[in-house]
């Protein structure tokens, strides 16, 4: 057990967050007043602080750029009925972001520092976490090199930093997607499982491509055959087929889901039958000629659940069923958000206060 480091802290001398509207803010571009920052220098982790938001003097010869060498996360707080802050399942983000960090040869981050900086900075800034309907504070955890050398090899140096951002809901409709088999997000061996950005990165053209076609986003297959369904856009994909939650199994080309597995626990809690198991792309495309695919939504933290209006394949859009008749998410959704809210009891022990 390592000695608790001593954060600094440097508040803002003007503060922004009377200029926020939480009722209208848009996802990911307003930042909370202040950012938790960590360097890991000479083996160790040391310098804690807290500093008003802003630019990062950093090397152009910083291997987070040129290799992305990088890693994020992302989490929520909300606002519990009495004022207070409830974290959502903070330690899994914790644990992830270590396992993404092993991946990416990357320093791992101490449980204390992250919790510690977290609690920090969400206390600091605790009035901008939003009380309006449906808003939360997404946080954002990320850990990079920081080696000033343009060489390849595992760094020796490292920044964790935390920043925050009020929003709202992610998606303001249901989203139309459609079944990539040309392009692969993730392959076996690859870094599919690890929250790294380049998988975010070098995603966003062919979404682009299907956004020019009118998708929101992809649903992403194996990238061997492109036989089996793997996530949708920067999600979990999730079925209800014949009454059973389906869901691709987790493999290495398959982000380990919070919300995925938030989902799951809720459904076997419930007594409903869940399955995590290969789904092929013949499977989904036969049940939904035949109607047999009652509902269909993304999981993740930004979107929680994304109810899937359509999906595209070889230029034929099959139509789900519309939201207003899909019990199960709608039920997830409203309790998930009840017991991240402290409106329902917390079963799981997935609600941490600060
Ligand atoms: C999340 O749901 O937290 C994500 O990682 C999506 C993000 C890329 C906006």
């Known amino acids: 057990m390592t000695e608790t480091q001593t954060i600094a802290i440097q508040r803002t001398a003007a503060s ?15 930042f909370a007043d202040h950012m938790f920052v960590a360097d890991f220098r000479n083996g160790e982790w040391k310098n804690l602080r807290i500093i008003p938001f802003g630019h990062l003097p950093m090397s152009p010869a910083t291997p987070a750029i040129h290799y992305g060498q990088a890693i994020f996360e992302g989490m929520k707080a909300f606002r519990g009925g009495s004022g207070e802050i409830n974290l959502f399942r903070p330690l899994d983000n914790w644990k992830r972001l270590n396992i993404s960090a092993e991946r990416m040869c990357l320093a791992q981050v101490p449980e204390e520092i992250f919790m510690d900086g977290l609690t920090a900075l969400i206390t600091l ?54 079944i990539e088999t040309h392009y692969t997000r993730a392959v076996a ?13 070098g995603a966003i053209y062919p979404a682009k491509l299907a956004q020019d076609k009118g998708y929101h986003q992809l649903i992403w297959t194996d990238g061997k055959n492109h036989e089996y369904i793997e996530e949708s856009g920067t999600m979990n994909v999730m079925f209800v087929m014949d009454g059973v939650l389906v869901t691709p199994a987790l493999s290495d ?45 993304g999981a993740g933290t930004a979107a929680t659940i994304a109810p899937i209006e359509l999906i595209g394949f070889e230029g034929t859009d099959y139509y789900l069923p519309p939201v207003s008749e899909r019990p199960f998410s709608g039920r997830v959704l409203r309790e998930m958000d009840a017991i991240k809210r402290g409106q329902q009891p917390d079963p799981f022990g997935w609600i941490h206060k600060v």
């Open 189 to 201: 061996g690859g870094t599919g499982y690890a929250k790294a950005g380049g998988n975010y990165g």
């Open 253 to 297: 080309s398959i982000l380990a889901g919070i919300t995925r597995d938030s989902v799951l626990k809720l459904a076997r809690h419930w007594g409903m039958k869940t399955e995590e198991r290969k789904v092929s792309v013949n499977e989904l495309l036969a049940a939904l000629k035949e109607k047999r695919v009652q509902e269909a939504f």
């Open 16 to 30: 922004r967050l009377a200029e926020v509207d939480f009722a209208t803010v848009p996802f990911g571009k307003v």
């Open 125 to 178: 800034d605790r009035q901008w976490v939003p009380n309006t309907p449906g808003g939360s504070l997404y946080i954002r955890p990320f850990l990079f090199s920081a080696d000033e050398y343009i060489g390849i090899r595992p760094s020796e140096n490292f920044t964790f930093m935390i920043i925050n951002c009020p929003v709202g809901p992610y998606y303001s409709t249901p989203v139309k997607v459609c």
